[in-house]
């Protein structure tokens, strides 16, 4: 057992936690962030990715004590002030979800993506990018269109290529 | 998961005491190799040891053209570092090929080099380039140093803690991987330092990373991709499970030196 504090969604916790706990745990059990899924539990899906000190992390391969004196953001930090995040936004306009079980890990890794990628950002960067995060049931296309559109709304049409559309494919 | 004991030891002499203190202790680097482990019940330490907020285990820096690489570096780190894109370029595009980003901003270049798996990138570019492991009791080199599947020399309770690597005059790797688990199925990477060229192949090995003599022999000679075309590998030497057959994977490091000789400084990965 030991005595953790953190800061997570902006707010200073402390915990007597047992020290085998993940942090997918405790953030699900210990703190009811039920937010942060756990699809495979051995670092594959990336269903539990969380933001540490602002970097992207599958929290079910994260001891609590190694994340302890850090700051931790979930999908429930990501609103402000009742407003969606433009991921969050972009992803409900674009359909890039049916199910929901990976939506909180995509749009997590999709928010550290766009708020840390030096370069351009097209569709070929977005798919490599997001390789550590599954989805069973879109197929991924209007995740990555999500992406694309939050993107540009939050880096300027200057650092974002967006795919061409289906439509404007079909017309030649 | 079951009971254990986590410590945050802040030096290398209070990382070792918590080691011999310790019933059965393990060290945890990023701990991306170490927890889904654990989670298979493969390993069950009793006290697992972060090395992570050791000084002396972080940092990158070139002396005597050698670039030096702290163990608790995370992969991350590498692959966007100035110092190493400038110093061995293929180096930080292998870095960058790792895994998936999530896995690059935990793993560690330490802890991939200790658990020596034989799938895993780096340990081909730290026998390519001849590095030298560096521990708290010792220097080892790359070539004494990786001993079998999962083998290193490092003795229960050494601590890895940095890895230095001599600057070729041009390195380059080529890797082919499987889409599903996203390790190499073969990577080949190749230094070369004026005439001299090292080989060494990943993924591939029934005993994991080695150097293919007849490769190195024939690029020394004659340093262009048709070099290698007539070199093989014993398809008995090496693995033979779901991925792929020794036969298959023969072909591919015969393939992927030709292509990773062609393209010097480059990372290339294909899946
Ligand atoms: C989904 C996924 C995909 C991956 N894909 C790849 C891939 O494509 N290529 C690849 O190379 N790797 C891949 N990895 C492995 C990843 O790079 C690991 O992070 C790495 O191999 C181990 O580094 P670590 O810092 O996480 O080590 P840990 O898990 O912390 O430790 C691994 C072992 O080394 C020991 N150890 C750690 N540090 C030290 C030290 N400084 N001194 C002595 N002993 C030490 C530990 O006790 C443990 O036994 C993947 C991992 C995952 C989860
Ligand atoms: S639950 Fe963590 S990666 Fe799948
Ligand atoms: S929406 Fe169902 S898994 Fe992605």
Known sequence: ?172 | MYPLVYHRPKTLAEAKELFGAGADATFLSGGHTLLPTMKQRLAAPSDVIDLTAIPEMRGIAVEARLLKIGAATTHAEVAESKIVRDAIPVLAGLAGSIGDRHVRHRGTIGGSTANNDPAADYPSAVLALGATIVTDRRRIAADDFFTGLYQTLREPGEIVTRIEFPIPDSACYAKFRSPASRYSIVGVFVARTGKNVRVAVTGAGASGVFRPAEFEAALSADFRPEAVAHCSVDPDSLLNDLNATGEYRAHLIRVLAGRAVAKPGALQSFK
């Open chain 1, 1 to 172: 057992m030991s005595r953790i504090a953190m800061k997570v969604n902006g707010a200073d916790i402390t915990k007597d936690v047992a020290d085998p706990t993940l942090l997918s745990e405790f953030l699900r059990e210990h703190l009811g962030l039920t937010g942060t899924h756990v699809g495979c539990d051995t670092t594959q899906c990336g269903c539990c990715v969380v933001h540490l000190d602002g970097v992207s992390v599958k929290s079910c391969t994260v001891l609590v004590g190694q994340a302890a004196g850090h700051a931790v953001t979930t999908i429930e930090g990501l609103a402000e002030g009742g407003q969606l995040h433009p991921v969050q936004k972009a992803f409900r306009e674009c359909h890039g979800l049916q199910c929901g079980f990976c939506t909180p890990g995509m749009i997590m890794a999709a928010t550290e993506l766009i708020a840390t990628y030096p370069g351009t950002l097209n569709e070929h960067v977005v798919r490599e990018e997001m390789e550590g995060n599954l989805c069973r049931c879109t197929g991924y296309h209007n995740i990555v269109r999500a992406i694309l559109t939050a993107a540009e709304e939050m880096l300027g049409p200057d650092r974002v290529v967006q795919p061409a559309s289906d439509h404007a494919k079909t017309e030649g």
